[in-house]
């Protein structure tokens, strides 16, 4: 008997939510096996989700410089401390080399480069915000 195939949820305002769209399934490239089911996001779940990233940016803009620093070393210190497990899922989606995704993916993702130069990971940022640094953000839309 097959085990079940886990559905995984979409995150909107930090809930999970399945989308109005199709399923779809997620395959172990080197064995076939249906890893998970998703489903696609519909016009008003793309809606739901746009409209929570907006109020959720407005609430990061009001948080200090520190404060957000604090957020981001939480979110590489996280990262970071799901390393393996989050690079065995990998390595079962994408059907790349354990070693691969243990040095590069993971770790790469708690150490984005970040537009700035001299900011060159989330650690770093992290740091700079905590203390006080503040950088100055340019439109690129007309005014």
Do not use: Y
Request: overall charge negative.
């Amino acid at each position: 008997m097959a085990a079940s195939v886990r559905t995984i949820p979409s995150f909107v305002g930090g809930l999970p939510v399945e989308g109005g769209g199709a399923v779809f399934e997620t395959l172990n490239p080197a064995s076939g096996e249906v890893l998970a089911q998703l489903h696609d996001a519909n016009a008003q779940d793309v809606d739901a989700a746009v409209a929570s990233a907006q109020a959720g940016f407005d609430v990061w803009s009001a948080l200090s410089g520190a404060e957000r620093g604090r957020v981001l070393q939480r979110a590489a210190d996280l990262l970071r401390s799901r390393n393996r497990e989050l690079a065995e899922i990998e390595v079962q989606d994408c059907g790349k080399p354990l070693q691969e995704a243990l040095v590069v993916d993971v770790q790469s993702g708690a150490d984005v480069r970040v537009p700035q130069p001299l900011l060159n990971n989330l650690r770093v940022h992290a740091g700079l915000k905590q203390q006080g640094c503040v950088g100055v953000t340019k439109s690129l839309q007309g005014d």
